[in-house]
């Protein structure tokens, strides 16, 4: 079997969102979770940016980390959990966790970024429940 073959049998039963853009932040890989989690199809994601996802407030500071780890091939969270919030094609705010991996070619330069993302939005939640009980509690001792 070869390693597409692989890679698409494991990308579209996993359960993180698999999202592989180019230099240009445009989408060129959007697996059944990524549609899930965000609510775009495949046919609406390919081609676009990922500015789909980032919320308005985010999308400067966002694209000129995305073009400077293209231009230098270094990420900072390829092993670190980047957890920030994201917006689903309905408009709603969700709350994404995410690392990233850089793509390159056969001559090192980067080409694109992987990034494997785990919607967080329930987990968020509930941590926000238990801080806010946590502060009245104390509030009332």
Do not use: C
Not at 24 to 44: K, M
Not at 118 to 137: C, I, M, P
């Amino acid at each position: 079997m070869s390693d597409i073959i692989d890679f698409k049998a494991l990308v579209s039963h996993i359960g993180e969102a698999v999202i592989i853009s180019d230099r240009d932040e445009n989408i060129l890989f959007w697996n059944p979770s990524a549609e899930r989690i965000f609510g775009y199809t495949p046919e609406e994601a390919l081609g676009k940016t990922l500015s789909i996802i980032t919320p308005e407030r985010f999308r400067e500071r966002h694209s000129k980390g995305y073009f400077h780890t293209i231009q230098t091939g270094v990420t900072k969270y390829g092993n670190t959990l980047l957890r920030v919030p994201a917006m689903h094609k309905d408009g709603r705010s969700i709350s994404i966790a995410f690392s990233v991996s850089m793509l390159f070619d056969d001559k090192k330069q980067p080409i694109a970024i992987a990034a494997i993302v785990r919607d967080e939005t329930e987990r968020f939640q509930e941590e926000r429940n238990l801080k806010s009980k946590l502060a009245a509690y104390e509030k009332n001792e």
